[in-house]
């Protein structure tokens, strides 16, 4: 006989002699690798976690924490070396030489 659903969504039973509940089939708990993918690709292509987990029906939470995983795992970055030679643009010679005055 059928005894409700356990936390993941199975189908839980109960034997009629012993009385003791069970589930003969479980599904794993959490969302599919598939969907976890998805929700970065989305997050890389510019959508916000919000609209990731309206999209997909899921919450805000689990996308923060599935980015944060995934960030976690990346190689760190590399640091750009210092500039041996820097380039000032004009707008400093400019500022100092301001042509027209302004009326007040």
Known sequence: MKAGFNHSG????KC???KRAYTPVTKEK???QETRMLALRMYVEGSSQ???ARILKISPQSVSNW???YVSKLPPAPMPQKPKVAELDELYTFL????TRSMS
């Open 50 to 52: 919000r609209s990731i």
């Open 30 to 32: 959490g969302y599919s």
């Open 16 to 18: 009629g002699e012993c």
């Open 96 to 99: 100092k030489q301001k042509k």
């Open 67 to 69: 980015i944060s995983d």
């Open 10 to 13: 199975s189908q839980r039973y």
